[in-house]
């Protein structure tokens, strides 16, 4: 092949080989040229152009293969336009002599192709240079068609594309006639034509106009009927073309020449409107509204249906996700209306709309799930909850089960059968939707759930009394998903619907609906970390068992009961379903009356996974599976649903599948049927055994064409589970009659017209020989094989003995005689040389495989041949063919594989060998076929693992590239396996090849995402966040990860930013309303706002990153700090790190990047998913524990993270905490998280105290000077929201006080002030919380500047002064309420903070402190008496922490000293003669006492002199007026007891010319207290304890103040009478409680006594 490598062909080398090496020669040397001419110079090339012309020309004429004529066709095209252009006219007219030859036969077809491809690529390539020539190349070729067979229309549509291509507009005198030809070719008999028939469509409506204006319904039309009966690959090609074709109407503008004063622009309703009518009435479209569908015997096609719903998915995918989202609303209402049978023809069963939901649920998935982010997606669950409460208020089920509910008649009879119909399956779809995307949402999802406008949890559960069973279901499953996505409602959910059942059991509905919602719930369980409290299933058990015990009550809804009961009872258990034993197994799997049993074959066994290529590509997996499989269906059957069986809504749901899909009820007997058969087979007799086989042969004979077909399934099914069993337990099938009665059984089979009968047979037969375990008897199977390959020439006979000949390789590790192998080759090489049938070479080339992986290092011999007649058969079968050529990648894959390393030798036979494998891989990644680009992707990593050196691995990345955001989903996974295995070895190579070929390209490889930028790192980022499919998100995080290790040491900023760009995508979770998309004349069109909205995107391409991104995004930042540990000390050390920097600039270090680090952990740890915030967290404490030790060298004894630890670190843990209360409502955890924020205010509090003293050290200044220079607001005061730890604090306490207080909120009582209102108790847990929120508001202060402290001191007044009002009750104890003494102690904390003494905030501070006092004292003056309900003593204490603890400034002024001492003098005097007042006045009076005596004793006189001055004399008079009314209870005792320590503090601290007659006022008073000897005895216990009171303090002042004593006692005998009478009274009474028998040193007791009481 080296002598292929040049830029001229080497015709002496080429002519001497035969004619397959001279097809594998010039291919090669076409493939070096590809490469080579756009690396040569254009002088060379000109010097060698008319050479290399001649030479291509020739090949062009020798009959080339597919492959080769494009190769020669692109090579061509390549040349004229790198060279000179004057020769090729001359080269344009020999193809179009050619196309115009009259031969007709077989062996001049290739050549004529190779023209029309090559006029394809001229065109394509040269376009407008080649001048009007196009139009009678267009023509030539049109005229062509009409006489050409199938392979020859395929190419020429693909010439017709490229030719339209290649012109542009210039193209438009053509259109017509090209849109005349492709019309007809979109209805070829020819699966293959159509895709090409439409690929050209798309292309010519990007320039015909008339396709989506004056023709858009013909357009229409035409699609649908393309789609009757079509291939996978058709319906893909079809759809796509519709939904452009919508598109481009759409979105069209309209022009202002005359040309364009036609075009018709539709609106996005209308287009949806086109697409509903092909959903609706199927290939008849909207040109015919009558005839068979208004009789009723129409029903639209699966086929049909089918690709129109891809259609939508391509019309709405096309728009983009920001049309998608403002008009989601009109999508919504149409996709709904498909389903609610207004067409009642469109859906005439219960299997068509079962098959109709399956569509509408797709649609939504893929655009909705697909297109949009998390904050639209919520928007969306809105809009979708809300259609669902429309859709329930027209069924008007709330009013009719709470009649049913209370009455004996059947809900059916209330309600019009008509609605409840036309509703339940727009409900099945708009509630499987919501669950789709809460699910998908995950936690992110709460803010739909909290917001009580929108009412998700009420809508879904009010649905669960729907009538039908399936809505019922729907809605359960919709629980389901929102408690796995929100487990915190889970336990909640499971108590609401327990308590309706228990309430509502009696209706038939709610006994059905909300048994169904509380089975899914317990499914849910399993998939919740931390599961359910053990009690719930005991309660669950205990409503079980008394439905089933109250089943037999009532009749009408006794089977409801019984069936929920047991259903719950599984639920519980889960154990799955519960089926009856079965019986009568022959009987089951032979019965064909019911036409659904066909269905056992639904789908193919897992074992005939591989055999996905035979079977069509509609079985294999790809995106549009969920809808596809109902075309698999035979005899009306519609897949699964729900409805068939209600115990999967506890199942594990197939991973494909979001919702469980169950068969019908009769499928699954069938299916459980075999299965049992192969069990119990194996337990009977020989004779038994030979019985039942022959009684199943019996069956099969006496049944005809279908259903004999439907037998033959089952049995099949059947006797291969029996194998299978008999074959793990090494079982023995039994005499030779049993083996013989099989075997005629699996023959039988092996020739059905049934493609999956077939596989199945030939797995059974070879499981039969696998079973026997007898050589001989095994080379007789063989036999009979090759004898009957022999002799049949039917495709039927010949694919089915075919693919039994790889079976028994398959299943017996090969047979050991390498002359059956020899055998089995030879006749697989002519059936898959068998050109007249694609089938049978299909079928043969993949048991061919089969034979290759089986036979191991004995087809060592067959290597060399097979892999010729793979490149030759690779070389010459047309494309159109692709399933020969998925069979042929399967060979060659298998090849590969069997010589293994052997590819890295360097002998000529090894050499040959490796370069036909490449070669192959060449060919096949020219494919059009998606699937055997992926084989040839797979094949191509095989080669790189055995043989490294040999693959090109520019090629390879390129290729990978380019496929990465494939529309296929097996493309894709391939591309993401080879790019898992290249990265492990080459990550470095594979990404910088990728960042130079997307540099090179004029395109962007991955649409959306400029590689450029963002490397390929960021391309698969961006896929992993728009994938769907687990097990290839699976490999795109396993293939960044291998990257990330290798790499981001290397490229630490690249990286960081990746993961930074991700993080950082919006969290905005508020609601998006839809825009109307009525545009006024003048306004921005939605096209245009559109591509601007695109371009945006272009721009951020992570803008709308979804949560599971981001959550790897996070620990992708985790795995990049841990290799940054292995690669060296400074990217922890800062001050190494920079002065290494410094000396390269190149450098990187992770220290360096520490601020983006914190940042990204808290962008994490503040988002709305809970599984980011628990990344996010942990991010956080691997920063803590890898830099808690790194000094700061700037700043010597303190660390690099100290400088995070206020402002930025704090405020996005405070946001944390933030939605952690609104999220939680345990009292426990939000006092945590209030503990939490105390602590970080407090941490910050002592770093601005930190940098204040480190301020004094460096400047040697005073603190008054520099404190206003720290702290937040600095010198404006200016909080910022999301930057300001006050404000995020402020915002907290705010939440906290709110919740529990909602008067504080002035929207709520639409007042800037403090409103009137009757003041409340709180709860035990309201009250900590609000008191914990208190504490934290006195606190903020001390982290402001001064004018900082003056912007939020309002703030924090107004919150500590309303909780006191709000919550100052008169408590029968007399003591305040917690959250009162709360209040106070902020306010006192407030009133002592340094900042209102500050020079600079101490004049604004004591203004703003002033009216906190006055709205204090303005309490009092109420009008609508509701100060009466305020606890007096409360606002008293208030009043005294102002005067004790505000500066004098502030209290001083004598308007508010006199309106205090009014408050205070007011509470003294005060008197009510009802009982009930007169407690609590006096329990006023006590406090006043108290608060009034901690005021007098303060320090500074100036405070207290004045309220002494004032308030004194009340005082005394207060304690006069009781001289006449002794106490009657210890109230009014503690009372006076309390008067009688002020005046006494009162007298102790007047000056000394005062004090005497302070004294001598106070001594009467003390004395008429006293009692006498007669009347001390019978006095009451309160007269007594005051009696006691008074004589202490008279013997307490009396030695103090002897002179004022014994001159008052001079003056008035009485007085000194009634004190000598009373003295000697007590002193009587002392002798009685001292006597011996109560203590045996009476005199040293009662002096001990005294003192203590005078104390």
């Not at 055997?932 to 992707?937: D, E, L, R």
């Not at 998006?1072 to 998309?1077: E, I, L, M, N, W």
């Not at 306010?1387 to 900042?1395: A, Q, T």
Request: with cysteine; net charge neutral.
């Amino acid at each position: 092949m080296e002598l292929a490598h040049s830029l001229l062909l080497n015709e002496e080398a080429y002519n001497q080989l035969g004619e397959f090496q001279k097809a594998e020669f010039a291919f090669e040397w076409l493939r070096f040229l590809e490469k080579l001419l756009p690396a040569t110079s254009r002088a060379d090339i000109r010097e060698k152009q008319g050479k290399l012309v001649e030479q291509l020309t020739s090949l062009l004429t020798s009959s080339p293969g597919p492959p080769a004529r494009q190769l020669i066709a692109r090579n061509l095209a390549v040349l004229y336009s790198t060279g000179d252009i004057f020769s090729v006219h001359q080269t344009i007219d020999k193809c179009n002599e050619l196309i115009r030859s009259k031969d007709d036969s077989p062996s001049y077809l290739p050549t004529k192709l190779a023209a029309v491809v090559c006029l394809g690529y001229l065109y394509k390539k040269l376009g407008r240079i080649l001048g009007n020539s196009f139009l009678d190349t267009v023509g030539n070729i049109l005229k062509a068609m009409k006489n050409a067979e199938s392979q020859g229309r395929y190419e020429i549509m693909l010439s017709l594309q490229n030719i339209l291509k290649g012109l542009g507009a210039a193209a438009i005198p053509c259109h017509r006639d090209i849109y005349k030809a492709a019309r007809s070719c979109l209805m070829d008999r020819s699966m293959a034509v159509r895709c090409a028939a439409a690929k050209c469509l798309l292309e010519l409506q990007s320039e015909a106009t008339f396709m989506w204006s004056t023709d858009l319904d013909s357009v229409v039309t035409l699609c649908f009927k393309s789609l009757e009966g079509s291939s996978y690959d058709v319906r893909m090609a079809v759809s796509k073309l519709l939904g452009c074709v919508l598109v481009s109407a759409v979105t069209s503008k309209q022009g202002t020449a005359s040309s364009r004063q036609n075009i018709r622009k539709i609106s996005f309703e209308e287009a949806l409107e086109l697409l509903g009518t092909g959903f609706l009435r199927g290939s008849s479209g909207f040109l015919r509204a009558s005839g068979d569908i208004l009789k009723g015997t129409s029903s639209v096609s699966k086929d049909v249906r089918v690709g129109v719903t891809q259609a939508y998915v391509v019309f709405i995918s096309t728009l983009g996700g920001q049309w998608l989202e403002r008009n989601f609303s009109a999508l919504l209402s149409h996709v709904l209306d498909l389903v609610s049978q207004s067409q009642p023809k469109a859906i005439q069963t219960h299997l068509d709309a079962i098959c109709c939901r399956s569509c509408i649920s797709f649609i939504l998935r893929a655009t909705v799930g697909g297109l949009l982010g998390e904050k639209a997606q919520i928007a969306i669950a809105k809009e979708i909850c809300q259609a669902i409460w429309k859709l329930k208020k027209v069924v008007g089920i709330s009013v009719m089960l709470l009649d049913a509910a209370t009455s004996d008649c059947n809900v059916e009879t209330r309600v019009g059968s008509t609605d409840v119909v036309a509703s339940q399956n727009m409900l099945i779809c708009a509630l499987e939707e919501l669950g789709n995307l809460i699910y998908g949402l995950g936690t992110t999802a709460a803010p739909v759930l909290q917001d009580s406008s929108t009412g998700v949890l009420d809508a879904v559960i009010s649905v669960i009394l729907h009538p039908s069973i399936s809505v019922q279901l729907a809605a359960a499953w919709c629980l389901r998903c929102i408690a796995v996505a929100l487990p915190c409602f889970l336990s909640p959910l499971l108590d609401r619907c327990v308590e309706r059942l228990t309430a509502l059991k009696s209706s038939p509905e709610a006994v059905t609906g909300y048994s169904f919602a509380i089975a899914a719930l317990l499914g849910a369980v399993r998939q919740c970390p931390l599961g359910i409290p053990h009690c719930k299933g005991k309660v669950i058990m205990i409503v079980a068992e008394d439905l089933l015990r109250s089943a037999s009550q009532n009749s009408r809804i006794s089977v409801q009961r019984m069936q929920s009961g047991w259903l719950l009872i599984a639920a519980l258990m889960t154990l799955g379903k519960i089926s009856a034993v079965l019986k009568e197994l022959v009987l089951d799997l032979t019965q064909c009356d019911n036409q659904t049993v066909a269905s056992a074959a639904y789908f193919p066994s897992p074992s005939h996974q591989n055999e996905f290529a035979l079977l069509g590509p509609v079985f294999q997996e790809t995106e549009h599976r969920f809808i596809e499989e109902q075309l698999l269906l035979v005899n009306s059957i519609a897949g699964g649903s729900l409805e068939y069986d209600p115990y999967s809504i506890y199942e594990r749901a197939a991973h494909s599948d979001s919702v469980p899909k169950p068969l019908p009820s009769t499928i699954s007997i069938i299916s459980a049927a075999t299965r049992l058969f192969g069990v119990i087979f194996a337990h009977v007799t020989e004779s038994q055994r030979l019985q039942i086989l022959e009684q199943l042969l019996t069956s099969i004979k006496q049944t005809k064409g279908s259903r004999q077909q439907i037998v033959q399934h089952n049995v099949m099914s059947a006797l291969s589970n029996v194998l299978k069993h008999l074959a793990s337990c090494k079982g023995n099938l039994g005499s030779e009659e049993i083996r013989s009665c099989a075997l005629t059984l699996v023959m039988s089979a092996l020739e059905s017209s049934s493609p999956l009968l077939r596989c199945s047979a030939a797995e059974s037969l070879a499981r039969l020989a696998q079973v026997v375990a007898d050589s001989t008897f095994t080379a007789g199977l063989a036999q009979i094989s090759f004898d009957k390959l022999k002799s049949a020439r039917d495709v039927i006979s010949r694919t089915g003995h075919s693919l039994a000949l790889g079976s028994l390789y398959k299943y017996l590790g090969g047979i050991s005689s390498s002359h059956h192998l020899n055998a089995c080759v030879g006749i697989l090489y002519t059936l898959s040389q068998d050109t007249t049938s694609p089938e049978v070479q299909t079928w043969a080339l993949y048991s061919l495989s089969l034979i290759i992986d089986s036979a191991g290092p004995l087809y060592h011999v067959h290597v060399e041949p097979t892999l010729s007649l793979v490149l030759m058969l690779l070389l010459t079968v047309p494309p159109a063919y692709a399933e020969v050529h998925q069979s042929l990648g399967r060979c060659l894959n298998a090849l590969i594989a069997t010589l293994g390393p052997e590819l890295q030798g360097s002998s000529a036979t090894i050499s040959v060998l490796r370069a036909s494998c490449l070669l192959s891989c060449t060919v096949m990644q020219d494919n059009p076929d998606c699937l055997v680009q992926a084989q040839a992707i797979s094949c191509l990593q095989q080669l790189h693992m055995f043989a490294p050196r040999h693959v090109n691995l520019s090629s390879l990345v390129k290729c990978l590239c380019v496929n990465l955001s494939s529309s296929y989903l097996l493309l894709r996974r391939a591309v993401l396996a080879c790019l898992h295995q290249l990265v492990q070895r080459e990550a470095a190579e594979v990404s910088e090849y990728a960042v130079a070929l997307a540099k090179d390209s004029r395109e962007d490889f991955t649409p959306g995402i400029n590689m450029r930028e963002v490397g390929l790192e960021g391309a698969l980022l961006s896929l992993l966040d728009k994938e769907l499919d687990p097990k290839l998100c699976q490999d795109i995080r396993e293939t960044l990860t291998h990257m990330l290790i290798s790499m981001a040491v290397e490229k630490l900023s690249f990286w960081l930013k990746l993961c930074k760009d991700v993080l950082a995508a919006s969290a905005d979770f508020t609601t998006v309303a839809p825009v109307d998309t009525t545009q006024e004349e003048g306004a921005q069109t939605d096209d245009e706002l559109s591509l601007a909205l695109e371009n945006d995107e272009r721009l951020h391409p992570f803008l709308h990153s979804r949560w599971a991104t981001r959550v790897f995004a996070a620990e992708c930042v985790c795995k990049i700090i841990s290799q940054c540990e292995n690669a060296g000390n400074a990217h922890f050390n800062i001050a190494m790190a920079q002065e290494m920097k410094e000396r390269d600039s190149r450098d990187d270090f992770l220290v360096l990047h520490l601020a983006d680090l914190i940042r990204m952990a808290f962008m994490a740890a503040t988002d709305h998913s809970d599984h980011l915030r628990l990344s996010g967290l942990q991010m956080l404490l691997v920063l803590i524990r890898r830099f808690a030790a790194v000094p700061e060298p700037e700043f010597p004894g303190h660390v690099i993270l100290e400088q995070y630890q206020a402002n930025e670190l704090s405020v996005e843990l405070l946001n944390v905490l933030h939605r952690l209360i609104l999220t939680r409502e345990s009292p426990d955890i939000q006092l945590a998280a209030l503990g939490v924020v105390h602590q970080i205010l407090f941490a910050a509090q002592e770093h601005v105290k930190e940098k204040r003293r480190s301020a004094e050290v460096d400047d040697g200044a005073e603190e008054k000077e520099t404190l206003p220079e720290f702290g937040e607001g600095k010198d404006t005061g200016g909080l910022i929201p999301g930057k300001s730890l006050v404000f995020a604090t402020l915002e907290m306490c705010m939440c906290i006080l709110v919740r529990h207080l909602p008067q504080l909120n002035p929207k709520i009582t639409g007042s800037p002030g403090i409103t009137a209102g009757k003041p409340h108790l709180l709860s035990e847990n309201g009250s900590r919380l609000v008191s914990a929120a208190l504490g934290i508001l006195s606190d903020v202060p001390a982290v402001c500047s001064p004018e900082g402290s003056i912007a939020v001191l309002p703030t924090i007044l107004y919150l500590i002064i309303g909780v006191l009002r709000e919550t100052a009750v008169k408590l029968p104890t007399g003591q305040l309420p917690l959250t009162v003494a709360a209040s106070l102690q902020a306010l006192k904390g407030v009133l002592s903070s340094p900042m209102a003494r500050a020079e600079k905030s101490r004049t604004a501070w004591n203004e703003l402190l002033r009216s906190a006092l006055v709205t204090i004292l303005n309490f009092w003056n109420q009008v609508d008496g509701t100060h009466q309900e305020l606890d007096e003593s409360s606002l008293l204490a208030a009043i005294t922490v102002f005067i004790l603890s505000a500066s004098p400034e502030v209290t001083a002024m004598e308007c508010l000293q006199m309106n205090c001492t009014e408050k205070f003098k007011s509470a003294l005097e005060s008197k009510d003669p009802v009982p009930e007042q007169v407690v609590k006045e006096h329990r006023v009076q006590l406090k006043c006492y108290q608060l009034l005596l901690t005021v007098f004793q303060y320090p500074d006189r100036a405070i207290s002199y004045p309220y002494i001055h004032s308030l004194v004399s009340s005082i005394v008079n207060k304690l006069q007026e009781t001289e006449k009314a002794k106490p009657e209870n210890s109230a009014e005792l503690q009372v006076i007891q309390e008067g009688i320590k002020v005046v006494a503090a009162v007298i102790a601290l007047a000056e000394e010319e005062h004090r005497a007659q302070l004294v001598a006022c106070f001594l009467p008073i003390l004395i008429s207290f006293l009692l006498d000897e007669n009347a001390l005895g019978s006095a009451t216990s309160s007269a007594r304890s005051l009696h006691e009171f008074a004589l202490q303090y008279l013997m307490q002042i009396g030695p103090q103040y002897s002179s004022v004593f014994k001159k008052l006692m001079t003056s008035s005998p009485p007085m000194k009478a009634r004190l000598e009478s009373a003295v000697k009274g007590n002193q009587e009474s002392i002798k009685d409680k001292t006597s011996p028998r109560h203590s045996k040193n009476p005199g040293k007791s009662s002096s001990i006594q005294l003192k203590t009481n005078f104390l």
